[in-house]
């Protein structure tokens, strides 16, 4: 690096920035065995499932510890085709969280039934149980948890709720590949867990992919019936399903960077653990509110969000802008606010936590290869951005700077 080091804190900036996401530095030690196993894809000429698939299915299976996988298009179809299964249609309601992405609720509406949206539990910006408890009613079918940035849902109270109504819970594990509540792996403690393999998730694809798992035989046996059209055996069709089918290619690539898996979610881990001690040396952990750890659950970190007080965080997402480091805002409006779901009947104000939470929100840079050296360059630009807030602005007393929700001195 070329830049002179920073005075006050000792290191070199990183003149390049810092990217969101860069898979370029995980690629890149694996491009000949990804070449090598395309190459042997486009020699066998077997392009949809095949033999590639099947063990790309063995090696998810045995990753989430159920007794099946299926491979399908993509996340969202992962949900569609477990909601097919468990033949939600019109007339149903699915109870699923409002702060999450489109797909979880698309799935729900795509079929003809009705999205419930409960709102999250501030600490872990997943479904309140509370909030679900509240909501079921008879026409209620399913019970759909996000594991939201790789943190599990609170699956031991919701499991609860859905034994004592007699409704099955669907997972949606797309951020949440080998993350673990209470010991067990997401996907392994409902119904079905969705999985997805888009190249921004802690494993992913050179395209759209997806799986589903499940611990139960019947469950297994529809959906690998509904992915192809639910046919069975050829041209004759038992049931109607859809074309969502993983291709060779995909499930090649994934296959080569399964074995990495774990390592790069250890790295994950390692640089959720280094944020956390850059916020409490640099001060800041009593200005944001910091993402939780629990003893119960395995995070697997696919994002590391933090909350910005006072309105600031759109302004500090500008500022890490101007030194090129690259954040994200997941997610900007709930889903029970969007257009699309204005005959749904939600009003501002009806999903406080959610909506707090869309306004508050950073996700920060922590893909496995971040350096230590980014990592603390982008603690150091936070903190300037607190520095450099104007005389007369919100930000001039400390008291208006501390978020309700951060760790008190
Ligand atoms: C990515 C994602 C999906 C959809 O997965 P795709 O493979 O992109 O279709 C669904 N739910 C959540 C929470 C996701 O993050």
Redesign the pocket.
Known sequence: MSATPNKQTGYEPTPRGVPLLDLNRQHAPLKDQIAASLGRVWDTGAFVLGPEVKQLEANVAQCCQTRHAIGCA????A?LLALMALEIGPGDEVILPSF??F??AGAVTRLGARPVFADIDPATFNLAPEAVQRLVRPATKAILP?H?FGLCADMDALGRIARSAGIPLVE?C??AIGAEFDGHRAGSMGAAG?L???PT?NLGGAG???MLVTNDDGMAQRLRLLRVHGMEPRYYHKVVGINSRLDSFQAAVLNVKFPCLDDWTRRREANARRYDALFVAAGLDRILVLPRHSTRCRHVWNQYVVRVPNAQRDRMRAFLAESKIGTEVYYPLGLHSQECFRELGYAPGDLPETERAAQEVLALPIFPELTADEQAFVVDRMAAFFRSAPRGHALSGPKFLTHPLARKS
């Open positions: 993509s996340g969202s179809d949900l999450t992405f797909a979880t996000v939201l949606d797309a951020q969705c997805s393999f888009y998730k759209d992919g997806g």
